[in-house]
């Protein structure tokens, strides 16, 4: 099973990006897929996660900004954000609970860079 998460890149503060993460391999299933950043210097934390049934959770820094969905029958995850901020510049790695032939197990993308400057 791999990962492979696109759609980041250079945008100025207010600006949008969409984010996309898609999982490949035989895959039977998934459960929670999620999407973490990690800022230089800082800690990797949680930013977003949406259930196998369609339920979100969000940081408090990205509450009403972000949105997470995901296209099941894809095996894609996706993070549109919007009015973007500095404070947002990170490195955004993807998440999944994947159910392959080895029965289940934990994923991460290779991560996308997000930078938000003027």
């Known amino acids: 099973v791999q990962l492979q998460a696109s759609g980041g890149g250079l945008v100025q503060p207010g600006g949008s990006l969409r984010l996309s993460c898609a999982a490949s391999?035989?895959?039977?299933?998934?459960?929670?897929m999620a999407w973490y950043r990690q800022a230089p210097g800082k800690q990797r934390e949680l930013v977003a996660v949406?259930?196998?049934?369609?339920?979100?959770t969000y940081a408090d820094s990205v509450l009403g900004r972000f949105t997470i969905s995901r296209d099941n029958a894809k095996n894609t995850v996706y993070l549109q954000m919007v009015r973007l901020k500095p404070g947002d510049t990170a490195v955004y790695l993807c998440?999944?609970?994947?159910?392959?032939?080895?029965?289940?197990?934990?994923?991460w993308g290779q991560g996308t860079l997000v930078t938000v400057s003027s």
């Open positions: 949406v259930t196998a049934g369609g339920a979100t």
């Open positions: 391999g035989s895959i039977f299933g998934t459960k929670d």
């Open positions: 998440n999944a609970a994947v159910f392959s032939g080895i029965g289940w197990g934990t994923y």
